[in-house]
Nanobody, 127 residues
Framework: QVQLVESGGGLVQAGGSLRLSCTAS????????MGWFRQAPGKEREFVAA????????TYSDSVKGRFTISRDSAKNTLYLQMNSLKPEDTAIYYC????????????????????WGQGTQVTVSS
């Protein structure tokens, strides 16, 4: 059974930083594209960032590009999202997602392309 468990969310002031983590189990981590999504109240879940199974290719949404960095540690089966220069509009529940992928350099950004999801972690940015 695949489990994705997020941690690291919290309350931070605008301009601050947070690092989210997602620990995976039951998943062949080295063969999975991993992504971060977020959902604000009253809005649809949206793509934030993804990293290919090979660990090199990354993709970001325009709203976070230059502020957020996605990375992965295959030795620890853990995905990270470093979030800097946070803004109130970044407030949302952040979800980790995984997709089995044989393509080392391919990323995915649609919610319906991912096979597994975590339970989410709340990030709140105060102004």
């Amino acid at each position: 059974q695949v489990q994705l468990v997020e941690s690291g969310g919290g309350l931070v002031q605008a301009g601050g930083s947070l690092r989210l983590s997602c620990t995976a189990s039951g998943l062949t981590f080295n063969s999975a594209c991993m992504g971060w999504f977020r959902q604000a109240p009253g809005k649809e879940r949206e793509f934030v960032a993804a990293i290919a199974s090979g660990g090199v290719r990354t993709t970001y949404s325009d709203s976070v590009k230059g502020r957020f960095t996605i990375s992965r540690d295959s030795a620890k089966n853990t995905l990270y999202l470093q979030m800097n220069s946070l803004k109130p509009e970044d407030t949302a529940i952040y979800y980790c997602a995984g997709k089995n992928s044989p393509y080392y350099s391919r990323t995915y950004y649609a919610t319906n392309e991912y096979d597994y999801w975590g339970q989410g972690t709340q990030v709140t940015v105060s102004s």
